[in-house]
């Protein structure tokens, strides 16, 4: 996939986006309830059209939910979602501003970040820790939210173009992509959590995108895309006693996401010389003990997007998208079953969750 200034979103493309009620199409409805299945849908760069939509599993229609809660729509590029407390957190990097929302997903507080010079800054992707939330910003900075001062937020430099965060024992691991650069990065920067300054870096495959830590906090497992050429993508593990990066044996790594019990799921996909999404396969590894538990499930995702799990309820979800017409979202059971496939009624699904 090429790399454009912001990840994940072909521009000049345009798509449809339907808001308010529409009709879903829902196929493989199983008895586990879909009610308060909520979907971040990217939308198409410079569209505004980016939105947050609520499954209502007895009239089998989605709801703009953020629209209807604000009188307006959410923004330019919906980017990542994340439940921290009673507050729903959406950072929408287009518009350069994060919301903090209730359950309701009315707006509590409207966050935007700026640079030593007064520059707004680019929010990307969450993480959190027992008190504080974390958000990269494109522009190379980390931020930290504090929810308990009004949502305050302090920053510090980083890498170019960081992605993925995660926290661990009282240090956060920022994935530096380099993706707007002529070349991309293989760093990852250590920020000491406390004092908010970066310690350190350790060195990674070529553009590192997303970091996520096992339970124990002792390992961290890191996807890379390469430089879609002679440098592939990668799935690492970081050792965090001693920084040592090993690699695994998973191929055409695309995304990985944290689940219930330990498990990280990684979707395995690629793209075509025309830059076409393949059919993806999602994987299932025990991230205690570092060991590949075989392919999560036996259904090919066509055009595999993005992936995300729940690690509450044990669901996985897969997205697919073709940049152009309204994504699909297929939602499976711990085990890999197929529960449901609807369309997602939005471009571009970046991630879903229950509330």
């Known amino acids: 996939m090429k790399n454009f200034r912001f990840l994940g979103i072909l521009p000049l493309l345009t798509a449809l986006l339907f808001t308010g009620c529409e009709k879903a199409r829902v196929e493989n409805d199983s008895d586990a309830s879909l009610e308060n299945l909520v979907v971040l ?8 059209n980016a939105s947050v939509m609520m499954y209502n599993s007895e009239t089998q229609d989605f709801t703009d939910v953020f629209k209807k809660a604000n009188n307006k729509s959410l923004g330019d590029l919906g980017q990542d979602m994340l439940v921290f407390g009673d507050d729903i957190y959406i950072s929408v990097q287009g518009s350069k501003v994060i919301f903090v929302c209730d359950r309701n997903f009315k707006v509590k507080k409207e966050i935007k970040v700026t640079d030593s010079e007064g520059n707004e800054l680019s929010p990307n992707y969450f993480a959190s820790s027992d008190a504080k939330v974390y958000i990269t910003l494109y522009e190379g900075w980390l931020g930290e939210i504090d929810p308990s001062e009004d949502y305050s937020v302090r920053t510090v430099a980083v890498g170019p173009n960081p992605v993925g965060v995660a926290y661990a024992s009282g240090k956060l691991y920022v994935a530096n992509s380099g993706g707007y650069l002529p070349g991309y ?22 553009n590192p995108q997303t970091v996520v830590v096992n339970s124990e906090g ?28 090993h690699s695994t044996s998973y191929s055409g790594v695309s995304e990985i996401a944290r689940g219930a019990d330990d498990t990280l799921y990684i979707l395995c996909g690629g793209y075509d010389s025309s830059w076409n999404p393949l059919p993806g396969t999602v994987y299932a590894h025990n991230m205690a003990l570092n060991s590949g538990k075989g392919v999560f499930s036996e259904i090919k995702f066509e055009k595999a997007y993005k992936i995300s799990a729940d690690s509450r309820t044990g669901n996985v979800f897969v997205t697919a998208s073709d940049y152009k017409t309204n994504g699909d979202v297929y939602v499976l059971d711990s085990s890999g079953k197929l529960l449901s496939k609807f369309d997602s009624w939005g471009l571009n699904p970046v991630k879903a969750l229950f509330l």
């Open 41 to 48: 849908n990217n939308g198409n760069w410079g569209d505004n």
């Open 185 to 206: 990065n293989n760093t990852l920067s250590v920020v000491d959590a406390a004092s908010f300054k970066e310690i350190s870096t350790i060195e990674v495959n070529v």
């Open 218 to 245: 002792n390992l961290l497992y890191v996807s890379s895309l390469g430089n879609y050429a002679d440098i592939a993508p990668k799935l690492e593990v970081v050792n965090l006693s001693d920084g040592s990066v």
